[in-house]
C-alpha cells in the first residue's frame, strides 16, 4: 500500500459555469478545448493557495480526451474539401491539454497523460502516488472530460476533479492511503444527477470528501450495477 498527503483539491462540473482557465494567456484560451480549458482551471485553482505548479509533476487522466475535437476532425474528412484543419489537429493528440498548459507556464517536469475506460481515476492517482514516492516531490494530479459530443453515447455531461498530492513529511489537509481492488467496495454517494453516471464521478466525490474533512474509504471505479470489487482508497484527516 502507498500512502501520501493530500495538500489540496479542486472540482469542476457545467454547473460551475465556464472555466476561466486565467493560466492560459488569453490568445491560446480562445483556441483552445474545453477540455484544456477545464484542466488549466483545475490547475489554478489547486495552486491559487498552495504554491508553484512549476515545482510538481503533473499526471492527468481523460477517458475520452480531445473527443471532440476529433469528432470534428472526422466530419471534415467526410464533408466539402474534406481538407483537415491545422490547428485543430495539433489540438486532437490525448495530452493536447497538459502540452498546452506546460507550454503556456514553462514547465519542463515531468508530465503524464493517461486513459484507461471506467479506472482512469484509480490509475492516475496510483501513478501520482507512486511520482510521489520516487521523486520526493509534489504531484498535481488531475482527471477531465468534456461533454460527450453527437453522435457518441452513452452521454455524459463535463466533469473535472484535481488533488495536489505530497509526501508524508509535508503538511497537509488529509493522508490517502490506496488499498487497490477491494471486495465489497464502498458505492458512491449521492451525486448530482449531471455525472451520477461518469466514469470520472468517483474521483469528483473523493475530491469533495477531502475538502469537507470526511474520512473513510471511498472507490476509485464506478460502483453502479453488478460490479462488487473497485480500486479504493481510505482518506485520513490530519
Known amino acids: 500500500m502507498i500512502t501520501v498527503g493530500v495538500r489540496g483539491c479542486a472540482v469542476w462540473t457545467a454547473e460551475s459555469g465556464a472555466p476561466a482557465a486565467a493560466l492560459l494567456p488569453a490568445n491560446l484560451r480562445r483556441r483552445c ?64 491539454a497538459l502540452g498546452q498548459l506546460a507550454i503556456a507556464l514553462g514547465h519542463r517536469g515531468n508530465s503524464t497523460t493517461i486513459s484507461a475506460g471506467t ?10 502516488a507512486a511520482s510521489v514516492h520516487a521523486r520526493r516531490g509534489s504531484v498535481i494530479a488531475i482527471v477531465a472530460d468534456e461533454p460527450t459530443p453527437t453522435p457518441l453515447q452513452p452521454a455524459h455531461d463535463g466533469l473535472g476533479a484535481a488533488f495536489e498530492l505530497v509526501p508524508l513529511d509535508v503538511e497537509a489537509r488529509a493522508r490517502l492511503r490506496l488499498l487497490g481492488p477491494t471486495p465489497d467496495a464502498p458505492r ?23 475538502t469537507l474533512g470526511t474520512t473513510g474509504r471511498f472507490a476509485l471505479e464506478p460502483t453502479h450495477g453488478a460490479r462488487a470489487t473497485a480500486f479504493c482508497v481510505e482518506v485520513e484527516a490530519r
Do not use: Y
Open 119 to 128: 479506472s482512469t481515476a484509480a490509475m492516475v492517482l496510483i501513478e501520482a
Open 33 to 96: 478545448s474545453l477540455l484544456s480549458r477545464i484542466v488549466a482551471q483545475l490547475v489554478g485553482d489547486l495552486v491559487a493557495s498552495n504554491g508553484d505548479p512549476l515545482a510538481a509533476a503533473w499526471v492527468c487522466g481523460t477517458t475520452l480526451g480531445e473527443i471532440a475535437t476529433t469528432v470534428e476532425l472526422l466530419r471534415m474528412m467526410h464533408e466539402g474539401d474534406r481538407a483537415l484543419s491545422p490547428i485543430r489537429f495539433a489540438g486532437s493528440v490525448h495530452n493536447a
Open 188 to 210: 458512491l454517494g449521492t451525486l448530482p444527477a449531471s455525472i451520477a453516471h461518469h466514469p470520472l464521478a468517483p474521483a469528483w466525490a473523493l475530491a469533495n470528501a477531502i
